[in-house]
C-alpha cells in the first residue's frame, strides 16, 4: 500500500507559488539555527578576557550552552536546510515530514506560550503583563506561522510528486511515539550526564562558595584516573654470589620501582597495583590512582562471579517453577522474598550472620558441622571480603533473575518441545537446541539490569565494609563526600557510565540478539 500523489494541475499556478514559500520556510529556520549557534559562540568569545586562556573560554561555553544544545542546533540546522532544498523539488515525502514537523513546532509553541502566561519565578519579583507578552509574542508568531503552513500542506499535497510507501508511513508514525521518550530521555538522562561530563574537565570542588574560581583542566583528570602502565622490575643481587637475593620465607627479593624506573614515575604518582613474578623479574601493574584500580578490580571481580552465579541458579529456578506441580504458585510467591527486602536492610541481615564469632550464625553453622576448624572474620578479612559480597548479592538478586527467565520461559510454544520429543530429542538436546536459543532476548535483558546493578553497587559495599573495601561506586562517593572533589569524582562517575555501555554492547553483540 502507498500514498500516491496526483501530478500537479496546470491551473493551480497561484496554489504552487506555496511550494517555493514553504521551502524557503525551512531554509531560513536551518539558518536561524545556524545563526543561533554562531551567535553563542561569538558571545562567548566576546566575553572573555584578552589574557584568558583558551580552555577557561570554552568552559563558559560549555557551562552557558552545554554540549546537547549546540549539537542539536547544528543537527536541526543542517536537516532543515536539506529539507528545504527537497521541498523546493515539490519531493512528496519531505513534504508529509515538513507538515509532521510543523505539527511539533506548533505543539511546542502552545506549550511555551502557556508556560510564559502562567509561570511564575521562584525568587524575585512576577513578571509583568508587557514582560510576559515581548515572551509570548515571537511564540505567537511562530504558532501561527506554522499552523498556516501546516494548514497549507495538507490542502495542497497534490501538488508534491512522488510517493511515500507504508513503511516511509510507519517509520514517521514511530517517530510521533518515539519523539516524547527522546526529549524526556534528554532531559532527565543526557543532559544530567552532561553536566558531569563539563564538571569531569574541571577542578572544581563539592560545596564549593560562589565566589570559588572553576578553572580548565580538560582530560587532567581522566589522565590521573586512567593513568597505568606496565615495568618489569629486577631482582636484587646478593654481593657475595650475584643470585637473587631472598627474604626469610625464602621470596625473591625486587627492586622498588622508584630506585629502577624513570623519573615520570615518581613524577606522575604511579603506585604498583599488582604484580607477577616471571622468574628473576617481577612483571608490575601501576597506576596514579591506585584506589581507583583497586575499586575497578573489586567492582569487576564481584559483577562477573555474581552475575553468572545468578544467571546459573535464577535459569535453574526459573526451568523448576515453570514446569507444573502442586505448590507452584506459593513458591513463586516465596522466592521473591529476597529479592522484595530492601538491599540496606538484607546488608544488616547478612552483618548479623556473618559475624566474626560463634554467635554469628554461619560461623556457628560451619562450626557445628566441622568444616572450619576456627570462626571466620568474613568482613575483617581481605581475602574472605569479596566472596562475602558474591554471597549475599547472588542471595538477594538471584529470585529477580529467575522472574525475567521465567516471563522468557512461558512464551516458548509447547508445540515446539512435543515435536522435539516426537523426534526423539531428549531434554538435554532440548535445552540446548530450543531453550537456550529461543530464551536468549530474556537473558540478555536479565544481564543487562543485573550487569547495570552490579557495576554502579554501592549500598551493599558501604553499609558492611566502608572504606575498608571499595567499590567503582563507593570510592566515588567518598571522593565526591569525604575529599570534597567534584571534577575527579565527575570523572569517575563518566567512567563509570562508560564502563556499563560496554558491558551492555557486548552482551548484545556476543548473544547475537537483533531487532526484527
Known amino acids: 500500500m502507498s500514498v500516491n500523489s496526483q501530478s500537479r494541475p496546470a491551473d493551480q499556478g497561484l496554489n504552487a507559488l506555496g511550494i517555493p514559500l514553504v521551502a524557503a520556510l525551512f531554509v531560513i529556520a536551518g539558518a536561524a539555527a545556524f545563526a543561533l549557534f554562531a551567535s553563542n559562540i561569538t558571545a562567548t568569545l566576546s566575553a572573555a578576557l584578552p589574557d584568558d586562556p583558551g580552555g577557561q573560554t570554552l568552559l563558559n561555553f560549555l557551562y552557558t550552552y552545554g554540549i546537547i544544545v549546540p549539537l542539536l542546533l547544528v543537527g536541526i540546522g543542517a536537516y532543515m536546510l536539506l529539507l528545504g532544498v527537497r521541498l523546493f523539488r515539490a519531493d512528496h515525502r519531505s513534504a508529509t515530514w515538513a507538515r509532521q514537523i510543523l505539527l511539533w513546532l506548533a505543539i511546542a509553541s502552545v506549550v511555551f506560550i502557556f508556560q510564559g502566561l502562567t509561570s511564575a519565578p521562584v525568587l524575585g519579583p512576577a513578571p509583568t503583563m508587557d514582560e510576559r507578552m515581548r515572551t509570548v509574542l515571537p511564540l505567537a508568531a511562530v504558532l501561527v506561522v506554522a499552523g498556516a503552513a501546516w494548514y497549507w500542506l495538507g490542502k495542497n499535497e497534490h501538488l508534491y510528486t512522488g510517493q511515500e510507501t507504508l513503511e516511509q508511513a510507519s517509520s514517521r508514525s514511530a517517530w510521533n511515539l518515539l519523539l516524547p521518550t527522546i526529549v524526556i530521555l534528554i532531559i532527565v538522562a543526557m543532559r544530567p550526564l552532561e553536566k558531569t561530563f563539563i564538571a569531569s574537565l574541571t577542578d572544581d570542588t563539592f560545596a564549593a562558595g560562589a565566589d570559588e574560581t572553576v578553572n580548565f583542566v580538560g582530560l587532567e583528570n581522566y589522565s590521573r584516573l586512567l593513568g597505568f602502565r606496565f615495568d618489569s622490575l629486577p631482582c ?14 625464602g621470596a625473591i627479593q625486587f627492586a622498588r620501582p622508584r630506585d629502577v624506573l624513570d623519573e615520570s614515575y615518581a613524577d606522575l604518582r604511579f603506585r604498583e597495583v599488582s604484580g607477577v613474578n616471571i622468574g628473576e623479574n617481577r612483571l608490575i601493574f601501576s597506576g596514579r590512582d591506585r584506589d581507583f584500580w583497586d575499586s575497578v578490580t573489586n567492582t569487576i ?57 560463634s554467635s554469628g550464625i554461619i560461623n556457628a553453622f560451619l562450626l557445628s558441622t566441622g568444616i572450619v576448624d ?71 535483558i536479565a544481564l543487562v539490569f543485573r550487569t547495570l546493578d552490579a557495576v554502579r553497587v554501592f549500598d551493599l559495599f558501604q553499609v558492611l565494609l566502608g572504606r575498608g573495601r571499595l567499590s567503582m561506586a563507593t570510592y566515588n562517593y567518598d571522593t565526591l563526600i569525604n575529599a570534597q572533589d567534584l571534577g575527579y569524582a565527575s570523572a569517575i562517575g563518566v567512567v563509570i557510565f562508560a564502563l556499563i555501555l560496554v558491558f551492555t554492547i557486548l552482551y548484545v553483540r556476543i548473544l547475537g540478539v537483533k531487532a526484527e
Open 236 to 249: 636484587v643481587r646478593d654481593e657475595a654470589s650475584g643470585a637473587c637475593a631472598v627474604d626469610a620465607s
Open 301 to 357: 571481580t564481584f559483577s562477573i562471579v555474581s552475575v553468572v552465579l545468578e544467571l546459573i541458579l535464577g535459569l535453574f529456578i526459573a526451568l523448576v517453577i515453570n514446569s507444573k506441580f502442586r505448590g507452584r504458585g506459593l513458591l513463586r510467591t516465596a522466592m521473591l522474598i529476597p529479592w522484595a527486602i530492601p538491599t540496606v536492610v538484607s546488608a544488616r541481615l547478612w552483618d548479623l550472620m556473618l559475624r566474626d564469632s
Open 374 to 444: 576456627a570462626p571466620q572474620a568474613w568482613l575483617a578479612n581481605q581475602s574472605l571480603q569479596i566472596p562475602a559480597m558474591i554471597a549475599i548479592d547472588v542471595w538477594k538478586t538471584t529470585p529477580f533473575m529467575a522472574l525475567i527467565l521465567l516471563a522468557g520461559l512461558q512464551v516458548i510454544s509447547a508445540e515446539i518441545y512435543e515435536a522435539a520429543n516426537v523426534d526423539g530429542a531428549n531434554g538435554i538436546r532440548q535445552f540446548f537446541s530450543i531453550t537456550l536459543p529461543l530464551l536468549r532476548p530474556a537473558i540478555t
